[in-house]
């Protein structure tokens, strides 16, 4: 059998070939493959993953689902050549060729079967215009950010563990002091039976259908008043969360060989066409409090010469709506610059500009987001 480069090379060609037209499910990842094989696609790309959805937001847009939903065809399942989910799951690189020649090839076929389907129903929906020209020429974006990674200070998330460590370590003894017994804080059913058997802090503590003692955050954050031991409960939760999930998982997920941490970007996965960002999640790192800060602080440009740069559109869902809707009052509140809350606020609540309150302008900025993205009646 060839070597896996010269194979590469066989579709080197066709590949780099600006006439050709390509089609993939999840193109993305196909295209960061070639990428390290240093094979550069230059056809006009087709995604079956991306226009489904766009056909479909709600569904999965795995290639066995569409399949199934599109050409009432049921695919070989990934689980029957790698085995089960889970730590024992194979890779396809430990596979022999033999086992994953039907699986792949039919991998192919189904796209190749889907593609027109899919095209037809775009241009049914009237979808082509944003499948072509907005969501296609994202994914090349898309896989050069992933490419490229971000740099981080892995010496200063070392030594923001072991300062996070020490706090964590003096909390635990505050509960422990404060409680009169030592207990695993971590465990939600001897902290239920200290906070309500032990120093009963409420008489009227909420249970869990397993009839357990509900700790959950929200419970917790209603009885903060109650015992002086509630907030130092908090704080070492919030504290444990940020070692656990940040500081100590970054660096793991450093690339040995670039020195970088990248994430991936998917562009099918929330309902609304935002991004969301796994292996790390990079979207959901805090901001508000100062540790948050702590761990934004770690991510550095990747050498003297480059600097980071923040940007933010000025409420530029808003602007779409008011674009679209043609509404006169969003119209002029963009055009005289105002606060586009508040000036929803002082409408909603029949108040002057300068009455609204922090408490309306987040109400306004609830009914504002929720109607772009389909909220309820209720």
Known sequence: SMPLDEIML?????????????????????????????????????????????????????????????????????????????????????????????????????????????????????????????????????????????????????????????????????????????????????????????????????????????????VLEKLREKHEIVPAILEYRGLSKLLNTYVEALPKLVNPKTGRIHTSYNQAVTSTGRLSSTNPNLQNIPIRDEQGKIIRKAFIPSDSNHILVAADYSQIELRLMAHLSEDAAMLDAFKNDEDIHQSTAARLFNLKPEEVTKEHRSKAKGVNFGIIYGISAF
């Open 10 to 218: 066989t579709f080197k060609d066709v590949l780099k070939n600006p006439d050709k037209e390509i089609y993939g499910q999840n193109i993305k990842y196909d295209l960061l493959v070639m990428r390290s094989h240093g094979i550069e696609l230059a056809g006009k790309l087709f995604d079956t993953m991306l226009a489904h959805y766009l056909i479909q937001p709600e569904l999965p847009h795995n290639i066995d689902a569409i399949a199934e939903s599109i050409l009432d065809y049921k695919k070989i399942p990934t689980e029957a050549i790698l085995g089960k989910k889970g730590k024992s799951q194979l890779n396809m690189s430990q596979l022999n060729p033999e086992r994953i020649k039907d699986y792949a090839c039919e991998d192919a076929d189904v796209v190749w079967q889907l593609k027109p389907l899919l095209e037809q129903k775009l241009k049914e929906q009237n979808l082509s215009d944003l499948f072509y020209n907005v969501e296609m020429p994202l994914v090349n974006v898309l896989a050069n950010m992933e490419y490229y990674g971000v740099t981080i200070d892995s010496e200063a998330l070392n030594k923001i563990a072991e300062e996070l460590r020490e706090q964590i370590i003096n909390l635990e003894q505050k509960i422990h002091n404060l409680a009169g017994v030592s207990f695993n804080i971590a465990s939600p059913k001897q902290l239920g039976e200290v906070l309500f058997d032990k120093l009963k802090i409420t008489d009227k503590p909420k249970k869990t259908p397993t009839k357990q003692y509900a700790t959950g955050e929200d």
